[in-house]
């Protein structure tokens, strides 16, 4: 009788060892700013489709992407859930650069890695030393470094023929068209943009200023009011993405200006509308900005953060110009 019950409880054993271990199964919170974003929704639909693609029989990813509305409230409310709900990682767009740390220490006071996306946090001195990435090593920022993109639409503008200016009076003159004015990606941009052309020697003049808050219709009402106001006198329309680009190019076709003879235009994220509105000469350029990199980046992160790994604190991509 014993015999018989030690070779059951052998067999059992061996059958236990040979049957395969279940797959992890982790829980993964994405928080987006808001998803009526062009760029975003590019962004966060690779990111969702590579992270499964990477998913293996040892190991599977519950993603939950949630929408914020660009309201940092209820993007605090859906951390505060994806807490309560015990996620394994968080990928973080930010609402609000500058309620970063209230955030960031709420996650981190969990134990929750912490992938922060697109929107850089920066510290008390506006450099990139964001205390709450460089003193943990279960936090990190993904992204590009937007003084990269606006010196190539600058440098796209000082590489034509006539440098951007159009009636030849010495100058180059401009609107800017930003988007948010908190955001350091729009502060960046639009200083670089003109510091690029100012570092190769030309003149330049700024017409007007104005945000646009990424959008298409905010841009084409600003760059129809300015064409209005300032005619001819417009020779260059810098815009902070490619949305507002867009609107801007349908304000320049209203008001009868044509985009390479007597107007440049420039935007950013080389979207397909945009760029093949670059071939087809109704923009003058865009800058690449790589959702597919960056997306893939901050999954590659995320996952080694689930396994336990250190980050870095910083993984940067780089920005690609685009012209005809």
């Not at 309201?71 to 709900?85: G, K, L, P, R, Y």
Request: a negative charge.
């Amino acid at each position: 009788m014993k015999k018989s019950m030690l070779f059951v409880l052998a067999l059992v054993f061996v059958l236990a060892c040979a049957l395969p271990a279940a797959a992890k199964d982790y829980k993964v919170g994405v928080a987006i700013y808001q998803f009526d974003d062009n760029f975003m929704t590019l962004y966060r639909n690779e990111l969702q489709d590579y992270m499964k693609s990477l998913e293996t029989d040892d190991e599977k990813y519950d993603i939950t992407i949630v929408d914020g509305k660009n309201d940092m409230a209820e993007q605090s409310n859906q951390i505060d859930n994806f807490i309560t709900q015990g996620m394994d990682v968080i990928i973080l767009n930010l609402v609000q650069t500058s309620s970063a740390d209230a955030i960031i220490d709420k996650i981190v006071a969990n134990e929750i890695p912490l992938i922060l996306i697109n929107r850089e946090p920066l510290g008390d001195d506006g450099d990139e030393s964001y205390a709450g990435i460089l003193d943990n090593a279960n936090v990190c920022y993904v992204g590009a470094d937007a003084r990269q993109s606006g010196t190539y639409q600058g440098e796209i503008v000082a590489e034509l023929e006539n440098h951007g200016d159009i009636n030849g009076d010495g100058k180059i003159s401009y609107i800017m068209i930003e988007g948010d004015p908190e955001n350091i990606d729009a502060q960046y941009r639009t200083e670089f943009s003109v510091k690029a052309l100012v570092d190769a020697g030309f003149e330049v003049e700024e017409l007007d200023d104005q945000v646009g808050n990424w959008a298409q219709a905010k841009g084409q009402e600003i760059a129809a009011n300015d064409l209005s106001k300032f005619g001819d006198a417009i020779e260059v329309i810098f815009c902070n993405n490619d949305a507002m680009a867009l609107g801007a190019a349908a304000a320049i076709q209203a008001a009868g200006r044509k985009v390479g003879e007597d107007i440049y235009l420039l935007g950013v994220d080389a979207l397909a509308e945009c760029v093949e509105m670059v071939e087809n000469g109704e923009m003058t350029g865009t800058v690449l900005n790589d959702h597919i990199g960056q997306s893939h980046q901050a999954v590659d992160a995320a996952i080694a953060a689930l396994h336990g790994e250190e980050l870095q604190n910083y993984y940067w991509v780089d920005y690609v110009k685009v012209t005809k």
